[in-house]
Each structure stands twice: as C-alpha cells, then as structure tokens.
C-alpha cells in the first residue's frame, strides 16, 4: 500500500521557519517528481514547489519563491519542504504528491496532509 506521510507542520509566529516532511512507503520515490500543494482555507488547492526526480531541478510558485526551499533524499525516500519568513497567507494545509507524467499530464498520489498555521 503507497502512503506519503507529511509531518513537521504547526503554529508558527509570523517571520518564523517550518520543516515539513514527506515519508513515503509502499514506493520509491526515485522515479517519481515530488511535489508540495496547499489548500488554504476557503481557497482551491494550489502548487506550491516541485522537484525532479535526482533533485536537480526545482519550480516555485511566485508567492513562495526565495523563502522555501525544497528538497528530497532518496534514499531516505523522504522529501522536505523548508519555509522561511512564514507569513499569514502561508496558512493552510500542506500536502505532499508523487507524481508521474501520463498523457501529457501529472498524476499525483497524495498525502494526508499537515496543518501550517501562522499568527501574525
């Protein structure tokens, strides 16, 4: 059974940094690009960042650009997702995918997601 399991998120003041997780079983993410999306509350779902799959190549949303970073370590078959200078518009949960490209297009496995949280 394919499980990615997210973990690290929280109450956070504003200006502060997370570490969020992303563990997965049942698959190796080698093969796979992985990716972060967040659902803040009343909004669609929405990309966040997404790496390749030898972490070479990374994508971020304009409104993340210079403050996460995000990160794999396949062996470890775990992705990160380090957010830094944390403001209100960053709360939401936060979800890992692992995704492969059929018909032109991503499909995603998902996770379970991790609250974020940030007072202002």
């Known amino acids: 059974q394919v499980q990615l399991v997210e973990s690290g998120g929280g109450l956070v003041q504003a200006g502060g940094s997370l570490r969020l997780s992303c563990a997965a079983s049942?698959?190796?993410?080698?093969?796979?690009?992985m990716a972060w999306f967040r659902r803040a509350p009343g909004k669609e779902r929405e990309f966040v960042a997404r790496?390749?799959?030898?972490?070479?190549?990374?994508y971020y949303a304009p409104s993340v650009e210079g403050r996460f970073t995000i990160s794999r370590d396949n062996p470890k078959n775990t992705m990160y997702l380090q957010m830094n200078s944390l403001n209100s518009e960053d709360t939401a949960v936060y979800y890992c995918?692992?995704?492969?490209?059929?018909?032109?297009?991503?499909?995603?496995?998902w996770g379970q997601g991790t609250q974020v949280t940030v007072s202002s």
């Open positions: 995918a692992a995704g492969i490209i059929v018909a032109n297009a991503f499909q995603w496995t």
């Open positions: 049942g698959l190796t993410i080698g093969p796979y690009a």
């Open positions: 790496i390749n799959g030898d972490g070479a190549i990374t």
